[in-house]
């Protein structure tokens, strides 16, 4: 088989509308099936009709407060009906949504506004038992200036009312808003998703229209269900939420049913009693569904078709999942290639599900490089590259970034290492990054190290990715100690205020000695060797 598929083939979409931009869908969708299902979040449902309505009124609103093209529109909430219309209204008027990450602290909240500069901020007061009202008023002065905060659910100080906000659009002329629609291109970006790097330092990836509305369409090629009726509990920072989840029903006139987080107790009872047709979560949440919400095959009997991706499921997982019926599948993708690129075939069975990840999609056009970047891998192994039209526009602001992620003839370096079998399917092999996976979260070691190094009692600081049964992978930190030395419980205690806790080490080593190579830097090949004695 040749190292490169082609381009965007021209294959045909059969189960979607074409349309250039995001925000066409739900005004599509309400004018053709106005009573259907759009958005469902406990006892509310809005249809495709009132959807729309809602998309628009609050268009009117962000055009009201100021918001204007290629501005930044970010929200911090769990999946709420608010936020996917805030997200749609946002793209419709050609302004540029991101969604905050709850889990962040204070620093982490920071770096991503200075860096975005929203133009309207709206957000939950409280989640999860999180009071947010003492982080937003600690925010410098100069990462709020000009900054408008819209309260949802809860008040916060010195932010508006949902229903304030709303009201302030009420008189604007209908040609404003026209207007603003109209300047829209399918190439604008439409969202920006934050997702750390080497430097430890989390970089905006710009997913355009484009992008998102063809990785929405090539879905519901690979994965369709009637009607389609996707459960939405994942973090709406994700791209898996935003785009492989949310938009998934948006394009296809499907429901988003929403859940404000993943609770695998309650989680049979919702797939029952909403028929929930379409799950997407990682591997993890279904072992945690099985053993912990014990579903019977009636509780899921919705459902038709059952995703997993972001880490791989072991066979003995999969062997479960299939005694509900639904139609099984894997894939993979990254945040920058605006989700998936590869996706295992309709009926793979039990063995292609646990090794691979499935063949490129036409539409995308999916390589081996080698190590350097500098172009296809001799063989079948190498690097992960990607090229066409879901590639991601560039990193927000970075100009050199944006540079680094791509090689010198235009393909996305994913920063994954893949093998390509005789069969055409691909398997991951490993990460040229050091980035890992933990309950499919992206942990970036480099920013765990920085964290941990600002710790008083650290002078230097290596994390590494090692395979764990329940996460796929998990942290490990080795820390050389100053004197005194500090204790691991501070230290995770250190680490717990300043960072998500799916980044927090589940294992801190504090040594007075670490393995050094002659340059002065950390032998990272030798801690491996220490935590996976097993590994070559």
Known sequence: MADTRPGVSGAAFTRTPAFDRLSDYPAHWGRQSPAGDAVVEGGRVLNHAAFDLAIAAAARGLLASGVRHGDRVAVMATPCTEHLVLFIAATRIGAIWLGLNPRYRLGELHHVLGDARPRLI????????????????????EVMADTTLVALRQPLPLASPWDAFLGR??????CVLAEATARVQADDPALIVYTSGSTGAPKGAMLSHRAIVTTARIQCEHWWAEPIRILNNTPINHVAGAVQIACHA???????????????????????????TVTHQVATMYQMLLDKGRPTREDLASLQVLIW?????????IERLRGFGASLYTSYGQTESCGEVLYTPEGADDEVLALTVGLPDEHIAVRLGDDAGSGPAEGTHGEIQVRGPTVMNGYFAQAEATRQAFTADGWL???DMGERRPDGLFRITGRLKEMFKSG?????????????????????AAVLGVPDATF????????LATEPAPRVEDIDQFCRQHMANYKVPKRIHVEAALPMLPIGKIDKVALRRIACPSTP
């Open 413 to 415: 370096r994913t920063g």
């Open 250 to 276: 948006i394009v296809a006139g499907g429901a988003n049913v929403l859940a404000e987080r993943f609770d695998p107790v309650d989680l049979p009872a919702l797939i029952r009693e909403r028929d929930i």
């Open 309 to 317: 991706s972001g880490s791989p499921a072991p066979r003995a997982l």
């Open 169 to 174: 659009g009420q008189s604007l002329d209908e």
């Open 472 to 479: 796929g992978e998990v942290g490990h930190a080795w820390v």
């Open 122 to 141: 709206a957000a939950m007061g409280l989640i999860e038992g999180r009071d947010y009202a003492d982080d937003w008023a600690a925010l410098p002065a």
């Open 440 to 460: 499919g979260y992206s942990v970036y070691p480099r920013e765990v190290e920085l964290v941990l190094e600002r710790h008083p009692g650290v002078a230097m």
